[in-house]
């Protein structure tokens, strides 16, 4: 990571928080925060008085990328969304059930559909397994947590740092400290075909830093044997479904479709 990203701080960021960042991640700070004149190295984490954003360098980069709740596309859905009918509720199955669910998000992201679910009511834990992601993640939830109306929705967010398939194989042993989720959700890194400029600038940027999941097939097999009633995926909507097990049904979309496999009926 040390020769793809560096870290820098604007004049009204904290520079305390940067360099502590930094030496955590075992990258470089660097001095320029204008993204297109840094040359040494491909990925900027930038701290600003927005909080902390990831960016592609060089002429031409797309703008940053960060974990927005409070405004943007999730701010809006948050207040003029479409309640349990949204795609994702759907595929979680809120529409069938009034018990509030706890949710397993086993590859987290930037945390947008794990936000609308316990926007929903659902009990979310997270799970980001790369560093800068997650830090990503974690500078979205605090700014959101000060938001009267978006810090009811943190409380049920449990983010954790790590891979999820460690925890999931600590389940699929029965150790009573990994209790089971009622539903595992997996929305792994995949060629998006979607080419509106938000999705296309997040796709760009978490390419060049994580590249494709390769161990999705395995992380299936184990959400299978860790979920109570269900596992839902999240997929291209023209892809193959992941190989080894065929989903029960599916939600489809414009560009992405949700796979779900049941295991049994929601109470």
């Not at 590859?107 to 929903?120: E, P």
């Not at 049920?156 to 740092?161: F, G, K, S, V």
């Amino acid at each position: 990571m040390q020769d793809s990203l560096a870290v820098a701080c604007s004049a009204l960021g904290d520079k305390h928080l940067a360099t502590e960042l930094a030496t955590e991640l075992g990258v470089s700070m660097v001095a320029a925060t204008d993204p297109r004149r840094v040359t040494s190295v491909p990925l900027l984490l930038i701290l600003d008085e927005q909080g902390l954003a990831l960016q592609l360098t060089g002429k031409g980069a797309p703008g940053p990328v960060r974990a927005e709740f409070v405004s943007g596309k999730i701010g809006f859905r948050r207040e003029h969304g479409g309640g349990t009918g949204q795609l994702v509720a759907r595929a979680v199955g809120l529409h069938k059930t009034r018990t509030p669910l706890h949710v397993l998000d086993a590859t987290a992201g930037l945390g947008q559909d794990a936000f609308i679910l316990a926007g929903l009511g659902c009990r979310l834990t997270l799970f980001e397994r790369h560093p800068v992601i997650n830090a990503l993640l974690q500078d979205g939830l605090a700014r959101a947590a000060l938001n009267v109306e978006c810090a009811p929705v943190v409380a049920r967010m449990d983010l954790r740092a790590g891979s999820s398939l460690d925890f999931l194989r600590q389940a699929e042993s029965g150790e009573p400290e990994h209790a089971l989720a009622d539903v595992i959700y997996l929305d792994p890194m995949f060629p998006h075909q979607d080419k509106t400029a938000l999705v296309k600038k997040e796709m760009q940027v978490f390419r060049h830093l994580v590249g494709q999941d390769e161990d999705t097939t395995q992380l299936l097999k184990l959400a299978l044997n860790a979920a109570r009633y269900r596992v839902v995926v999240k997929r291209p909507r023209k892809a193959p479904a992941i190989d080894g097990v065929t989903p029960t049904t599916r939600v489809e979309g414009k560009s992405s479709r949700y796979d779900i496999y049941s295991l049994r009926a929601l109470p």
